[in-house]
């Protein structure tokens, strides 16, 4: 049953050195606060998993967190490159970064493999594709009802998964509303789970098919208010396209991500 923790504890209790952490969202909802404060907490050696790997991957590995990707894309949104990601990979900077790339198709057969407790996923896709040239985790396999060949890929089955959603009920019921992405997958298929919400209340208020994600596949709710700035949360703040626009040239310049990560992340946080 989930657990009310501030940020900070869960953060401290729940992810280890060396984990394999998956931070879900998709183009709104993206754990920035969680992210901030795994930063603060100095985490280091973490496999990340996402579909997606935006600013906030930029972020955790531009400030040496991470050792592993595990990714189907990855890039600033309209925008262009993550150059602390390209750093890393290109010039080991702050540390080298080993890189795991899927399709989107694969990471979220894998999500919801995962999520079934199966070891593997199994889909209709990479014939023709050049990926299984560098990622010996993509198998061909034959059904042995139809003798066709698929592809097989392991299961995504992460250590800790992050995500942020609009809201919480008093029994730790959360509610995800607007685009949903592979949120509910990530968190049943991992072993303990860290979900953000803008704010707790009686009742969730959930419609007709809404995404309720039950408090017994939660380990710990934290409340942070703007927790998914700068994307947006459906019913609560837009997303801040200048920022986005602002990175790319925060990111192209060590000293000035340093800088950024300063004022923005380790000031803010001691505050």
């Not at 919400?197 to 007709?208: H, K, M, N, P, R």
């Amino acid at each position: 049953m989930a657990e009310f923790l501030s940020l900070q504890d869960a953060v401290k209790t729940l992810i280890k050195d060396g984990d394999t952490v998956a931070m879900e969202g998709f183009t709104h909802l993206i754990p920035f606060a969680a992210g901030h404060e795994i930063i603060r907490q100095e985490k280091r050696d973490l496999t990340l998993i996402r579909m997606t790997p935006d600013l906030v991957y930029d972020q955790l590995i531009g400030a040496g967190c991470v050792k592993k990707l595990i990714f189907s894309w990855g890039g600033n949104p309209g925008v262009g490159s993550l150059h602390r990601m390209r750093d890393a990979v290109q010039a080991g900077w702050p540390r080298p970064l080993e890189l795991v790339e899927h399709s989107h198709a694969a990471m979220a057969n894998a999500f919801e493999a995962g999520a079934a407790g199966l070891p593997l996923a199994v889909l209709r896709g990479y014939i023709g594709s050049d990926l299984p040239m560098v990622n010996d985790q993509i198998r061909f396999i034959e059904c042995p009802f139809t003798s066709e060949r698929l592809a097989a890929v392991p299961s995504i089955r992460p250590d800790v998964t992050v995500i942020h959603a609009q809201r919480a009920d008093r029994k730790g019921n959360v509610l995800v509303e607007g685009i949903v992405g592979v949120q509910k997958e990530a968190v049943l298929a991992a072993k303990c789970s860290i979900v953000t919400v803008e704010e707790i209340v009686d009742d969730l208020g959930a419609s007709v098919n809404a995404c309720v994600i039950p408090s017994w596949a939660i380990t710990a709710i934290a409340v942070a208010e703007r927790g998914a700035a700068p994307s947006y949360a459906l019913g609560y703040y837009e997303r801040d396209n200048a920022f986005y626009k602002n990175w790319d040239g925060i990111a192209r310049d060590r000293e000035l991500f340093q800088n950024w990560l300063k004022e923005n992340v380790f000031e803010k946080g001691a505050a």
